[in-house]
């Protein structure tokens, strides 16, 4: 396997990884609206993820500067064609950030309500826009002989893409449900896993329409092994959801977020990005990629600092393992 195939993986594991942890960072954000009907009860919601969420979207940044660093045809490609949905998700990070940091600055109540209503926004966005992104890259863009995206905004609002963005935001809210059902305790406990059934079943159609259409499109033999773990996983989670078992259901939900990426890479594979105007001039791993001599030396670098980071991320995880409730949020000291 040569290293332009090696970084191909590597950034589809970082992908992976940042949509496994974000996608429930994400849900719980979407499920302050939806399944809090307080502010103690919001309060527990983002506490539940106020430990991490800054953590997990280091795999974000990893996966763009990978990108960038093995693939530079890829990312100035990817980022100067989708430049308006990526400039809208990074805006949404920032406030989302800002928000969590913000919110229990003052004491006045609209002005925490305005925080938690940005942290809503912020997570629903982008949680389907990276469907829309991702859709987009695995059915192709507009792309010409000179490898530059010839499209417009609208040539990215369609409908293959545009489920792929309805598939991510149910599915990232069903991992947030199901995160809330194992980090909560009480009546909120009860009605997220309620909540996560629900969400489910319509995550269960809405996935099996995009992933069938998927491979219809453009799958193989490896994607198809894919797709039947991805929907045989999901229905395991909504079966041990409904057991109450929240430590499997949760897994079998991240096995459906990693089942799914990986679909996508596998039916994207050779390529990066499709050409629908010229199959020759689609961005692959071979014409986008970096000098071996730099991948060589990101291998290096890379095996040296993952490890590390892998192990302090599980370390925060362990740290902040147990359930809580409304019970254990303070008064305000205002």
Not at 192 to 210: H, I, M, Q, Y
Request: glycine share 8%; aromatic share 14%.
């Amino acid at each position: 396997m040569e290293l332009h195939d090696v970084w191909f993986v590597l950034i589809a594991v970082l992908w992976t990884g940042y949509f496994f942890l974000e996608g429930f960072d994400f849900g719980v954000g979407v499920l302050t609206r939806l399944l809090a009907r307080n502010r103690p009860e919001r309060r527990v919601l983002i506490n539940t993820i106020g430990p991490v969420w800054d953590g997990n979207e280091v795999w974000l940044l990893t996966a763009g500067g990978a990108t960038f660093a093995a693939f530079p045809e890829w990312y100035a490609t990817l980022f100067s064609g989708f430049y308006l949905p990526l400039l809208v998700i990074l805006v949404c990070l920032i406030v989302r950030g800002v928000a969590f940091e913000y919110r229990a600055k003052r004491p006045e109540e609209n002005w925490q309500r305005n925080w938690e209503t940005a942290i809503f926004w912020s997570s629903l966005i982008p949680a389907f826009l990276w469907g829309v992104a991702f859709g987009n890259i695995v059915r192709g863009v507009k792309i010409d002989r000179n490898l530059e995206y010839v499209g417009n905004l609208w040539d990215l609002l369609n409908p293959y893409a545009l489920l792929g963005g309805l598939v991510t935001l149910t599915l990232f809210t069903f991992h947030g449900a199901v995160f809330t059902a194992l980090k909560t305790v009480g009546e909120i406990r009860e009605r997220a896993r309620t909540l996560a059934f629900k969400v489910g079943l319509a995550t269960a159609v809405l996935a099996l329409l995009f992933l069938g259409w998927t491979q219809l499109d453009s799958g193989d033999a490896k994607s198809l092994v894919a797709l039947v773990v991805a929907v045989a996983a999901l229905i395991a989670a909504l079966a041990a959801n409904q057991a109450g078992r929240e430590g499997w259901s949760f897994a079998l939900s991240g096995i459906t977020i990693v089942a799914t990426v990986a679909m996508l890479f596998l039916t994207l594979f050779p390529n990066v990005m499709p050409s629908t105007l010229n199959e020759e001039w689609s961005l692959t791993v071979t014409n986008a990629s970096s000098s071996p001599y730099t991948l060589k030396i990101m291998t290096w670098c890379a095996g040296i600092a993952t490890p590390l980071v892998l192990l302090y991320q599980g370390w925060t995880y362990w740290v902040f393992r147990k359930r809580i409730g409304t019970q254990h949020i303070a008064e305000p000291a205002h």
